[in-house]
């Protein structure tokens, strides 16, 4: 099993410019989050999908970030313009069946200069 | 929404020694308690998770508790070793509602 499948691992970009993160969740699961993980920090929701429908996205700042996860499997996170603020890991994980076990991607880490 | 505090921020320990990390939640319909590792610049991994059907949960070194009624839960390891070092958080949820709510984490040092 490849777990969760995230790129790029470390994206440097200039403030204002956008930026993309892609996830590809483990075969099955039909839960995915995105979580916010700040340095020195617990990861924070952004959003969660079930199959394609965002459920939960109240954490997600909708003037800049925008997510879609089309057919219901991968998921892109975006952010535009980005800002000095952003700099953090974006964290993916997808769980199965209600059981609240969440497997972890490696994550992406933006720095914005 | 839930809010969950989680102490201490740092713990040094010897080798050998026990750790204790404990968290404190604000929901009581919470009925999840997972805790993650996460090793620097890794992903966050879970080592043990306790619904709120038992009181405590053992796996080898690790076990956790957790006390309903005064909303708090906690993780014990036994015989640290060095490559116990590592990032811990706690987390809770209710079943069914899959929102996990992180506790801020605790940096474990064990010393050889």
């Known amino acids: 099993e490849a777990g969760v499948v995230q790129s790029p691992r470390y994206k440097i970009i200039e403030k204002k410019q956008p930026v993309a993160f892609w996830c590809n969740p483990i075969?099955?699961?039909?839960?995915l989050y995105w979580y916010l993980q700040n340095l020195g920090q617990g990861p924070e929701l952004l959003i969660r999908?079930?199959?394609?429908?965002?459920?939960?996205d109240s954490q997600l700042p909708k003037d800049r970030f925008s997510a879609e996860r089309l057919k219901g499997v991968d998921s892109t996170l975006k952010i535009q313009p980005a800002e000095l603020g952003d700099s953090a890991v974006y964290l993916c994980?997808?769980?199965?069946?209600?059981?609240?076990?969440?497997?972890f991607g490696a994550g992406s880490r933006l720095t914005v200069l | 929404g839930e809010n969950v505090e989680q102490h201490p921020s740092t713990l040094s320990v010897q080798e050998g020694d026990s750790a204790v990390i404990k968290c404190t939640y604000s929901?009581?319909?919470?009925?999840?308690f997972p805790w993650y590792k996460q090793e620097l610049g890794k992903r966050p991994q879970l080592i043990i998770d306790?619904?709120?059907?038992?009181g405590e949960k053992k796996d080898q070194r690790i076990a956790v508790t957790l006390n309903k009624t005064a909303k708090h839960f906690s993780l014990h390891i036994t015989e640290t070793q060095p490559e116990d070092s590592a990032v811990y958080f706690c987390?809770?949820?209710?079943?069914?509602?899959?929102?996990?709510?992180f506790g801020t984490g605790t940096r474990l040092l064990v010393s050889p």
């Open positions: 999908y079930e199959n394609e429908e965002a459920v939960d």
């Open positions: 929901d009581s319909a919470s009925n999840y």
């Open positions: 075969s099955g699961h039909n839960t």
């Open positions: 306790i619904r709120s059907n038992v």
């Open positions: 994980a997808s769980s199965s069946g209600g059981a609240n076990v969440l497997t």
């Open positions: 987390a809770a949820s209710r079943t069914g509602f899959q929102k996990l709510v």
